[in-house]
């Protein structure tokens, strides 16, 4: 089994930065690809990024030029930087992984999940 759990959430301002961690731990060698979703209250979960084993990422349109995801394969961890945060993107955020691919922008097609952290913009 994989486990993921997500850090680095919190309150900020509008306009600031926040950077989530995200750390894998055992059968890693099963993880593929990882990525971001995020649920706002009474939404549903929603793909934000994601970043295959080799490098290639891909994001939603809302946070494209704001968020950028990266990945560390030799300490198991991946990252979100959250830049010029808005009020819209207060959610929880949640790691995901894909055994063999890139994960899927629809979250039930993602095997391993982490717990989510919080993430809170005033206005």
């Known amino acids: 089994q994989v486990q993921l759990v997500e850090s680095g959430g919190g309150l900020v301002q509008a306009g600031g930065s926040l950077r989530l961690s995200c750390a894998a731990s055992?059968?890693?060698?099963?993880?593929?690809?990882m990525g971001w979703f995020r649920q706002a209250p009474g939404k549903e979960r929603e793909f934000v990024a994601a970043?295959?084993?080799?490098?290639?990422?891909a994001y939603s349109d809302s946070v494209k030029g704001r968020f950028t995801i990266s990945r560390d394969n030799a300490e198991k961890t991946l990252y979100l930087q959250m830049n010029s945060l808005t009020p819209e993107d207060t959610a929880v955020y949640y790691c995901?992984?894909?055994?063999?691919?890139?994960?899927?922008?629809?979250?039930?097609?993602?095997?391993?999940w982490g717990q989510g952290t919080q993430v809170t913009v005033a206005s």
């Open positions: 055992g059968r890693t060698l099963s993880i593929y690809g």
């Open positions: 995901a992984a894909h055994p063999s691919s890139i994960v899927r922008r629809t979250p039930a097609e993602n095997q391993y």
């Open positions: 970043i295959t084993w080799s490098g290639g990422t």
